[in-house]
């Protein structure tokens, strides 16, 4: 049985050939390792119309709703050399392009960035419940924020246009607390185990947030802004902030998409990924930067947005399978999609209020979570 464990363990796909569904199915082990091939074209379809629909949606419903036809045909005209008659009036179409649009765009790169950062994260860690926020770098980005908004360093603290300064304030936030909670888990050891690491992140978080809260004392003149924030919201004045975000990213998606077959190796452990001729903690590094960096921008956008790092990428796991290969881009769409549908919800639920959309997240994400701890030695073990 030479052949048993390299191809299928690089594929992530190990797993089913010691259970008994891959004893019920001999010619199955092979067919592993060909599996998340297989699937990817499926679900890859599936997720490019999941983010089409959240567009259409997103952009359909509000206050004034619109007919998803006519919106379809309109957001067909932004591209060139396409002219169709949508019927929507000149007012409407200002709605379209200049209101909603920008939005539902921006939830699609936040919700996008999140997933793909918390699967990222799972896979760096070898720990189903690692995602932005529960590792304490949504934390150390919003108190970076929350410091640049309370001191003035963002323009007046201004955030319907985001200055450039808070997705790099953010940025070196997230990367300093994501450096906390690392050194913190393998103090004393070499020991990195997925409880150690989690509550590393809890003390990493809860000491940021207590210095986030001594700032907003200090500068109360500050907390209305940072408050809403902190919740979560993508309202957005025009294409700016969409603008801004995009180049993050791009540079994320390229970087951990490029290198999504290194963390399989790496779900083999440090010894083994090396004897495969990997460097773990060069590869582990540059994948923790490229995910906190779109951790980042995401936060420094939308605010803090809970739970989105942890539902998709291990409802993407449980059903399409268990290779990052096959996580990673997968978990970029749906986590888009779900994002925008998750605003759609936040802007009619509570109608003509607005219920922030970081809310929203948590009551999906709080029996989501509960789930997880359920299902994660079985995935994971």
Request: hydrophobic letters at 50%; charged letters at 10%.
């Amino acid at each position: 049985m030479p052949g048993r464990s390299r191809p299928v363990d690089l594929t992530g796909g190990a797993r089913p050939r010691g259970s008994a569904a891959g004893g019920e199915r001999p010619p199955a082990g092979p067919g592993a390792t060909v599996r998340p091939a297989g699937l990817r074209k499926r679900w890859l379809v599936a997720g490019i119309g999941a983010v089409l629909v959240a567009l259409i949606a997103g952009v359909s419903l509000g206050p004034v709703s619109l007919p998803p036809g006519s919106v379809a045909a309109e957001l067909l005209n932004l591209l060139p050399g396409v002219h169709l008659d949508s019927g929507l009036t000149e007012q409407e179409i200002a709605i379209v392009t200049e209101l909603r649009l920008p939005r539902v765009v921006l939830g699609l790169l936040v919700g996008g960035l999140l997933a793909l950062a918390g699967g990222c994260y799972q896979g760096v860690f070898r720990n189903p419940l690692a995602d932005p926020y529960l590792l304490g770098v949504a934390a150390g980005a919003g108190f970076a924020v929350t410091a640049v908004i309370a001191l003035g360093a963002g323009a007046g603290g201004a955030l319907s246009g985001m200055p450039v300064t808070i997705p790099l304030a953010a940025f070196v936030g997230s990367l300093g607390a994501v450096a906390m909670t690392y050194g913190l888990g393998v103090a004393g050891g070499r020991d990195r185990s997925p409880a150690t690491l989690i509550l590393a992140g809890v003390a990493v978080s809860a000491f940021l947030s207590a210095g986030q809260t001594y700032l907003l004392q200090r500068h109360s003149e500050s907390i209305q802004q940072v408050y809403s924030w902190l919740l979560g919201r993508l309202a957005t004045a025009g294409w700016h902030d969409v603008l801004l975000v995009l180049p993050y990213f791009a540079l994320t998606a390229v970087v951990v998409l490029l290198h999504r077959r290194e963390l399989d190796v790496l779900s083999l452990g440090d010894d083994e990924a090396s004897s495969l001729g990997l460097h773990p903690q060069r590869s582990r590094w540059l994948l923790v930067a490229a995910a906190s960096l779109g951790t980042a921008a995401a936060v420094s956008a939308s605010g803090l947005i809970g739970f989105v790092g942890i539902i998709v990428p291990h409802t993407v796991r449980l059903l399409a399978g268990s290779s990052y290969r096959v996580i990673l881009p997968l978990s970029m769409l749906f986590g888009a999609a779900f994002l925008a549908l998750t605003d759609v919800v936040a802007r009619t639920a509570a109608a003509p209020a607005e219920i922030p959309i970081g809310v929203v997240t948590a009551l999906l994400g709080g029996p989501f979570f509960v789930l997880v701890l359920r299902t994660s030695r079985r995935v994971f073990s």
